[in-house]
């Protein structure tokens, strides 16, 4: 999983929706370091692998939010959204750090 504890990271911003027929989400972690990022990664895809085999039989928009996912490594932060506007929002988050 992504999260052993709140403790690993320096940092944790999460949205998820209180509707569960939504695969929109976001997470921006502050890493306390550089060398956690390839495994927050992993963790981040497996995440996006997990929701698109939930959603895949029944709602195929949902399905191809997470096929535009964004997982945006800068330094010590990752970035992940699926909204339609994700690139959009991934610009942003690149213009404040």
Avoid at 44 to 57: A, E, L, T
Avoid at 72 to 97: H, K, M, T, W
């Amino acid at each position: 999983t992504l999260f052993r504890s709140a403790d690993d990271y320096e940092g944790v911003l999460i949205y998820i929706p209180a509707n569960n027929m939504s695969a929109c989400e976001a997470l921006l972690i502050k890493l306390k370091s550089a060398d956690q990022s390839d495994d927050a990664a992993a963790a981040i895809q497996d995440r996006i692998q997990s929701q698109d085999q939930i959603f895949r039989g029944y709602a195929p928009e949902q399905v191809e939010l997470l096929e535009q996912a964004v997982v945006d490594v800068q330094g010590n932060y990752i970035f992940y959204i699926v909204d339609e506007s994700a690139a959009q929002i991934d610009e942003v988050f690149r213009s404040v750090l």
